[in-house]
């Protein structure tokens, strides 16, 4: 972000206030920092009460030996009994979990905690006839169906730790993560609706299968819900391996004892995208991570679970989907929204119409969606009743000013308070956000971190910026629901996120920050390679890989570019080949769609130059800053460290005379 943008977003003097009522009866109030900052173990252990163990823990936390964390050590517990089965003891069978809405109207479903308990049961005993045992991995692609869910929720219930991938990934995608975490298991559907239309999964899981195999790793069983009916070809159904949801979960026993896990238990792996092309199999376990789960979606969304209900928007194949519609909500007893579908289906108003028929009084979504629906124009919320809302929430990216306010003014009636809410996937839970009824809101900022989280804005050094500066964003202390490592690579899991401040013993989030003068904190984005494009992290090497598998291109870099709907955007800059010639006419429409395979639709670029060189350093690393500069249309910055200074104006030449072009 530009130093310009900088000051502009600081200028910003906008304030809102809690509103009184819910001050009055806020979960969380200002005497709860205090409380944290004076006894850290003992205020998370007071949060971890918030869930039912076996066996209590005998100690809050081991850091004996950083960066490897032990939260609740020697506790046991259940994940999905903490989920489902307590409330159910509790007397609240008949509460309703879900109110589920399929894309295409009308298709509706009301789940109860009762029949949650009975479906997460019937699937458990199906994984387990299935051969699936505690510690064996199970991959889940799925749509935004409440089997996802519900199988989710069983992996937990048996101690089978669940990988969830996107349902936008490619094969080659779900492959490489079906063999890195060697899944025994891929829970799927024949498909899901996406705009109007059933769009198909089974094939993609079918292929994958295929490409696992080529990378040495069998999957032994795919379990199939039938979502649309789709026919799924001659070729489509494997009868050795494929096994239907209908003919199997729906007709096992209800009954189902769990066993408690140790807290330590690894509860799910959520690949990520980091600085090198692989992703990172980041990794969750139980105890710790449903404390930050819950106590979090508790406080920050001031959850009354008697009568609030929820929605969260969000994909279940990234960890919001995970901490925030699957542990947190249902942990705390929560009824929430459940939708499958895009917010334009099969018109523009559908999700403020969900809000209005469900009273949804809390809705939690990614500021991408909000500057589309500003772009769209205020008539198409004003025209639904949305007074049921009283606390909005903002996950993703940095939320711009215009946006926020547009957010609290137009769909929050400016009466709901806005909580721009920081964390990652690495996180587990919120860390950084307002509490609604204590923080006033600034438009932008996402405050400072909540009770019982350590934050600091830091120099390259290690020493703090203080108010009115930027640096490095760091998290001082542990945390419940932080990692404890990246699959099968723990020595870069302390590269990644501890080597940079050993010393100190913090974690550096990857993201650059800035205090403001009264302390308040802005989250400015990531200093890595990493891209943020719809609240969604893409790796530049992970798309420049992609690239040059393909055979017409010898070189590509991509960065991450300034994008007003979609905060960055991917742009690619190849070298072709000397064979490939001019590469042909469409030859960036051919490599999109390169992209597209190799990863999923979001991964594709968005615009693709065809140079002639890469501008490098005399070492040789690209110097992505200048090729940022020409993708956001910006006079080119400092070149005197290129090898060769001529570069920039071949590369900016060719693109302003059009040349591979769009
Ligand atoms: O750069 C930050 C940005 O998203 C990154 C984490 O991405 P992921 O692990 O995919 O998790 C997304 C959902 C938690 C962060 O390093 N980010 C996330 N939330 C915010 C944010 N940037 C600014 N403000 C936020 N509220």
Redesign the pocket.
């Known amino acids: 972000m530009s130093d310009e943008t900088l000051s502009n977003l600081l200028k910003e003097d906008r304030r809102f206030e809690p509103p009184a009522e819910l001050a009055a009866d806020a979960n969380l109030t200002e005497e709860a920092y205090a409380r944290a900052e004076a006894d850290r173990e003992g205020f998370w252990a007071e949060q971890a009460d918030r869930l039912s163990w076996d066996t209590r823990w005998e100690r809050v936390l081991d850091w004996d030996n950083p960066p490897f964390a032990k939260w609740f050590v020697g506790g046991k517990l259940n994940a999905a009994y903490n989920c489902v089965d307590r409330h159910v003891e509790a007397g609240n069978g008949d509460k309703v979990a879900f109110h589920f809405v399929g894309e295409p109207v009308d298709d509706k479903q009301t789940i109860t905690y009762a029949e949650l308990k009975d479906l997460v049961s019937q699937a458990a005993n199906t994984l387990t006839d299935l051969g699936v045992q505690t510690g064996d991995r199970v991959a889940i692609y799925m749509p935004m169906i409440p089997e996802a869910v519900v199988a989710m929720l069983a992996c937990a219930r048996i101690g089978a730790p669940h990988t969830v991938v996107f349902g936008g990934f490619s094969s080659d995608a779900l492959a490489s993560r079906l063999e890195d975490c060697q899944a025994k298991v891929v829970v799927t559907s024949d498909g899901g609706y996406r705009r109007g239309a059933p769009s198909p999964l089974k094939p993609a899981v079918d292929e994958a299968v295929v490409k696992a195999a080529d990378l040495g790793h069998t999957v032994e069983k795919v379990l199939v819900v039938r979502r649309t009916g789709q026919d799924l070809g001659a070729d489509g159904w494997d009868s050795d391996i494929d096994v239907w949801w209908h003919e199997s979960v729906e007709q096992a026993s209800t009954e189902h004892a769990c066993e408690f896990f140790d807290a330590e238990h690894p509860l799910y792996v959520m690949y990520?995208s980091g600085t090198t092309g692989k992703p990172k199999g980041i990794l969750h376990t139980t105890g710790g991570y449903l404390t930050g789960a819950a106590y979090t979606h508790w406080a920050v969304f001031d959850l009354k679970p008697e009568t609030d209900v929820y929605w969260c928007t969000a994909d279940i194949g990234?960890?919001?989907g995970h901490s925030y519609i699957v542990y947190g909500p249902l942990a705390n007893g929560t009824t929430q929204v459940l939708y499958e579908g895009t917010p334009d289906s099969p018109e523009r108003g559908r999700w403020w119409d969900i809000i209005e028929e469900y009273g949804v009084t809390l809705f939690y979504t990614a500021p991408t969606a909000i500057r589309s629906f500003m772009k769209q124009g205020r008539e198409i919320p004003d025209a639904r009743d949305l007074s049921s809302l009283r606390l909005l929430g903002?996950?993703?990216?940095?939320?711009n000013p215009e946006a926020y306010v547009w957010y609290r003014h137009v769909i929050g009636g400016d009466r709901t308070p806005v909580v721009?809410?920081?964390?990652?996937?690495?996180t587990g839970s919120i860390m950084?956000s307002p509490l609604p009824g204590v923080t006033h809101g600034k438009p932008g900022s996402?405050m400072t971190p909540i009770p019982g989280v350590a934050a600091d804005v830091v120099t390259e050094e290690g020493e703090s910026v203080g108010p009115g500066n930027g640096g490095y964003l760091v998290l001082t202390e542990p945390w419940p629901a932080m990692l404890r490592t990246i699959w099968g690579d723990d020595e870069r899991f302390k590269d990644t996120y501890w080597s940079k401040y050993r010393d100190q013993g913090w974690y550096f989030?990857?993201?650059g920050a800035k205090l403001d003068t009264d302390g308040d904190l802005w989250?400015l984005?990531?200093v890595d390679d990493?891209m943020?494009v719809s609240?969604?992290?893409l790796s530049t090497t992970e798309i420049e890989s992609a690239l040059v598998s393909h055979p017409k291109v010898a070189e590509a870099a991509v960065v991450g570019a300034k994008d007003e709907d979609t905060g960055q955007a991917v742009c690619a800059f190849v070298i072709l080949r000397d064979e490939a010639g001019d590469g042909g006419d469409d030859i960036v429409e051919e490599l999109r769609a390169h992209v597209r395979t190799q990863i999923g639709p979001i991964a594709k670029p968005r615009q693709i130059m065809v140079v002639p060189e890469l501008p490098k350093t005399r070492s040789g690393k690209i110097m992505r800053r200048l090729l940022r500069d020409v993708a956001e249309n910006r006079e080119v910055g400092d070149v005197t460290t290129l090898a060769d200074s001529s570069v920039m104006d071949l590369i900016s030449k060719g693109v302003s005379s059009g040349a591979g072009g769009e």
Request: glycine share 14%; net charge negative.
């Open positions: 990520t990234w960890v919001t903002s996950v993703g990216e940095p939320i721009d809410t920081w964390w990652q996937t690495e950084i996402a989030a990857g993201d989250v984005g990531r990493v943020n609240g969604h992290r």
